[in-house]
């Protein structure tokens, strides 16, 4: 298994621009979320799925969309790029019966 | 609103001493607690997860606690070794919530 995968790793962004950052599980997780983490603040959380089809906000929502068509991915959508969206964003997975949570490697945004 | 507070910010030992990380929650009314480990520039790694019914959860020198009355939990890391730097967070579920409330954590530092 190749566990949770992000892409990209490093991204670099003008203000206004848009992009996707990519999420990928092969462990058949229901539960997929996103997190930012920000010097000092910790890791808070952005976006959640609960399977399929279902999402819902974070603590963080603003400025981002997510979709869930299938249970591997969950790609995080910036429309319109700020400053205050340069973090390093994770991703991460849990089965629903497990409260473990598995997270990817991290992208690291910045924006300009 | 749930807040984890971890505590030293910062820890530097040398080689070979039994230490302990601090966490701390406001509200008792959780459903896990997690330990994670993350190296500089890398994603987080689960060490430990207790479940609100467990006291303490062990994983080879490491043994987590946890007293949800008090709101504290602990990290005990034996016989300290520099594969061990890195930064520790704790997270705690809430029962209502599929998300993990993060520390800021603490980065350890061992030294030869």
């Known amino acids: 298994n190749a566990g949770v995968t992000q892409t990209p790793k490093f991204q670099v962004l003008k203000t206004g621009q848009s992009m996707t950052l990519q999420c990928a599980q092969d462990?058949?997780?229901?539960?997929m979320s996103w997190y930012r983490q920000d010097p000092g603040m910790g890791l808070r959380l952005i976006h959640y799925?609960?399977?399929?089809?279902?999402?819902d906000q974070g603590e963080v929502p603003n400025g981002y969309n997510v979709s869930r068509s299938t249970t591997e991915d969950f790609p995080l959508r910036l429309l319109s790029a700020a400053p205050s969206q340069t973090s390093v964003y994770f991703c991460?997975?849990?089965?629903?019966?497990?409260?473990?949570?598995?997270f990817g490697p991290g992208t690291r945004l910045t924006v300009t | 609103k749930q807040e984890v507070t971890q505590i030293p910010a910062a820890l530097s030992v040398p080689e070979g001493e039994n230490l302990v990380l601090n966490c701390s929650f406001t509200?008792?009314?959780?459903?896990?607690l997690q330990w994670f480990r993350q190296d500089p520039g890398k994603g987080l790694t689960s060490l430990l997860l207790?479940?609100?019914?467990?006291r303490e959860q062990t994983s080879g020198r490491l043994n987590a606690s946890l007293d949800k009355s008090s709101g504290r939990s602990t990290l005990y890391i034996a016989a300290s070794q520099p594969g061990d730097s890195a930064t520790y967070l704790c997270?705690?579920?809430?029962?209502?919530?599929?998300?993990?409330?993060f520390g800021t954590g603490t980065r350890l530092l061992v030294s030869p």
């Open positions: 991460a997975s849990r089965q629903s019966e497990s409260y473990e949570q598995y």
């Open positions: 462990m058949n997780h229901e539960y």
């Open positions: 799925s609960v399977g399929a089809g279902i999402t």
């Open positions: 509200d008792s009314a959780i459903y896990n």
């Open positions: 207790i479940q609100s019914s467990q």
């Open positions: 997270a705690v579920a809430a029962r209502s919530f599929q998300k993990l409330v």
